[in-house]
């Protein structure tokens, strides 16, 4: 999900512990016996839904006129392409950046250190 005041893609919602919602309904005996590759294999799943889901929003929104400007004035977009292009570049680059501390939250939430 795209979070407005950081301008990134993100898992984390704006609560004040934004990565809860990851483990709603679950207790964190269940995964506190999970290797690290496991965990990473969980936090990879949760990431693909999620970056599926932005760029396939993404491509649907009909509502974009070109040429549409980027984060400056200098990114001028002709097309829906070029757009999309860097929009999911951007996505990529953002949850692969947040990998590590999904992970992070995640082995500290499932040593019981988290409430």
Do not use: H
């Not at 995964?31 to 932005?54: F, H, L, R, V």
């Not at 760029?55 to 509502?63: P, V, W």
């Not at 929009?87 to 082995?107: G, P």
Request: aromatic share 14%; charged share 30%.
């Amino acid at each position: 999900m795209y979070n407005q005041t950081t301008k990134s893609y993100t898992l984390g919602d704006a609560s004040t512990s934004p990565y809860d919602w990851l483990v709603e309904n679950m207790e964190p005996a269940d995964c506190a016996g999970m290797t690290n590759g496991e965990i990473y294999a969980w936090i990879d799943q949760q990431i693909s839904i999620a970056k599926d889901s932005d760029i396939q929003e993404l491509k649907n929104d009909e509502d974009r006129v070109y040429p549409r400007f980027g984060y400056t004035t200098a990114q001028v977009f002709e097309d829906e392409e070029s757009y999309i292009t860097f929009k999911t570049e951007e996505i990529n680059e953002d949850y692969a950046k947040e990998r590590e501390d999904v992970f992070s939250w995640l082995k500290e939430w499932s040593s019981g250190d988290k409430e």
